[in-house]
């Protein structure tokens, strides 16, 4: 076939969520946002406001409300064109809940058990240890694979939550056919894991105390602050070492992302200097890489109506996908027609 009579290539499609569960924090900018924009002019992409995997854990519902329409703008506010791409609530498409159900069917308690996520919610939240909380990587196995989803984006925290969702498309497909495309993860080199300022052995996470974490949505005085007060050690020289040294390879880490140079030259840079100069240089840095994308917040979340248009015009679409691959499971599932 000549190059002018061959088919246009199929894009390949991105999915990715992101709970509503507090404001996002530098960990899930660095870990996922910021890497969206980036890929929507190679790909369909699909970015969603995961609010039913938020009630997995309990959430004041007038902050919720208020949280899913500052994630749609976070997520525009980050670059992402929303006439290129989706972005919609998760409750605004039944099919996420409707697959979830089926694929719950083929997936094993053992394979739950085993969830890290799992272990540390429960442990966080002891006194709500439900059924939603256990089958959450089956609720997010089904966001991705109703899309046909080629390629995830995530934090290094969701290895292995993203491992189960290849699993049950792979058992699903064993016995009906290739009715799921296998997606593949996409884990960025640096940051993938950004660290609690207060517990640096800790990921940085939204639902956790308001000094542990950077918000995306913190003005310089109180990034100054935090950074201030982020722990480090007694041994004062600055060197990447995780293990031995996670404060500070956490704020050099946060730096690199944010396209500081590579670690081993911020080594190089700060030889001989203290830790007040480097929490001071990682401020002003999160400060900068954060500005563009505040004033961007500020200006989208004064036009409510606007982002209830996009949200709404997505779940559309979306549901459109959706349903087509729901439909397509009820089918070899032996579901009778209507
Ligand atoms: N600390 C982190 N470093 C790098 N990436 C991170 N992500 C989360 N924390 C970090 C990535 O952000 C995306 C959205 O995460 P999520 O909200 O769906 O769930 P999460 O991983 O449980 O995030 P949080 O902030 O820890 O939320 P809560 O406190 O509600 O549990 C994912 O791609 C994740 O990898």
Redesign the pocket.
């Known amino acids: 076939m000549s190059e002018m009579t061959r088919a246009p290539e199929k894009r390949k499609t991105i999915f990715?969520?992101?709970?509503p569960?507090?404001t996002l924090?530098l960990?899930?900018y660095?870990?996922?946002l910021r890497n969206f924009a980036r890929l929507q002019d190679d790909y369909d992409c699909i970015f969603c406001v995961?609010d039913e995997?938020a009630i997995t854990v309990r959430q004041n519902p007038a902050d919720l409300r208020r949280r899913c329409l500052e994630l749609a703008a976070i997520y525009i506010a980050s670059g992402i064109d929303p006439e290129k791409n989706l972005i919609y609530c998760q409750s605004h498409v039944s099919a996420h809940a409707e697959l979830a159900w089926i694929l719950n069917c083929f997936t094993y308690m053992g394979e739950l058990s085993r969830m890290t996520?799992f272990k540390a919610k429960s442990a966080a939240h002891a006194d709500n240890i439900n059924a939603g909380l256990f089958t959450y990587p089956v609720l997010m196995a089904a966001d991705i694979l109703l899309y046909q989803t080629d390629l995830v984006p995530?934090?290094v925290?969701?290895k292995q939550h993203l491992e189960l969702c290849r699993d049950i498309a792979i058992r699903f497909n064993g016995v009906y056919g290739d009715v799921f495309t296998v997606p593949e993860g996409y884990i960025p080199k640096v940051?993938?894991?950004?660290m609690s300022l207060q517990d640096p052995t800790r990921?940085?996470?939204?639902?956790?105390p308001e000094e542990t974490f950077i918000s995306l949505l913190d003005g310089p005085d109180t990034i100054r602050r935090k950074l201030k007060r982020a722990v480090t050690d007694s041994d004062a020289s600055i060197r990447f070492d995780p293990e031995n040294k996670p404060g500070v390879s956490n704020l050099l880490s946060i730096m690199s992302a944010l396209g500081a140079g590579e670690i081993s030259a911020l080594e190089t840079e700060f030889e001989g200097l203290g830790y007040g100069e480097l929490k001071s240089r990682a401020a002003d840095c999160v400060i900068a890489a954060l500005e563009p994308l505040q004033a961007e917040f500020r200006r989208l979340i004064a036009d409510k109506a606007y982002l209830q248009g996009v949200i709404n015009a997505s779940a559309e679409k979306a549901g459109y996908l959706a349903n087509k691959t729901l439909r397509k499971v009820q089918k070899k599932v032996g579901f009778a027609a209507r």
């Open positions: 990715s969520g992101i709970q569960s507090g924090t960990g899930n660095i870990g996922a995961v995997h996520q995530v934090g925290d969701q940051g993938a894991k950004i990921k940085m996470s939204k639902s956790d």
